[in-house]
């Protein structure tokens, strides 16, 4: 695991979350703002899986998250972890798996139509995304952000 970006300590337990993140959008944020809402003092650790498939690299996708956390002030870190194919636990582990199910508006937003609407210059593309991640693409990529 490389961490990335820290500006927590590490002792505190965190919520974890795992993700490609490619890019962030706005249904990855639900997620991780809710979990933040109902526990305001626990840090974040979002994990980054390194895919050999996704247009943006790890470090790039692990910059978007990054940059989004400091646009929220959100205190926690983000670290770049290898491709998982599963997550496994056995009983009595010490912390909770707990699925959460977005409004409608939210869980229509798909990184797939994102990356689509990219390819396609749709700039539509940019309201569903995270605070500061439209910025950050355009800014790595140019005037042209569609992708490969």
């Known amino acids: ?13 965190h919520m974890v979350f795992v993700g490609r993140y490619a890019p962030l959008h706005a249904g990855h944020t639900w997620i991780v703002e809710r979990k933040i809402a109902e526990n305001p003092d626990k840090p974040v650790l979002i994990l980054v899986r390194d895919t050999s498939f996704d247009e943006f690299d790890a470090e790039t996708r692990a910059e978007l998250v990054k940059r989004w956390m400091e646009v929220k002030k959100i205190v926690g870190s ?15 582990v010490g912390y909770n798996i707990e699925e959460l199910e977005p409004p409608e508006d939210i869980k229509a937003i798909s990184a797939t139509e ?35």
């Open 1 to 13: 695991m490389r961490e990335y970006y820290s500006n927590s300590k590490s002792q505190i337990p």
């Open 78 to 92: 983000v670290a770049i972890i290898c491709d998982v194919e599963g997550v496994y636990y056995g009983r009595g």
């Open 114 to 148: 994102i990356r689509k609407r990219m390819k396609a210059g749709d700039a539509s593309w940019k309201d569903m995304v995270a605070d500061g991640t439209a910025d950050y693409i355009e800014e790595i990529m140019g005037e042209d952000v569609r992708t490969k």
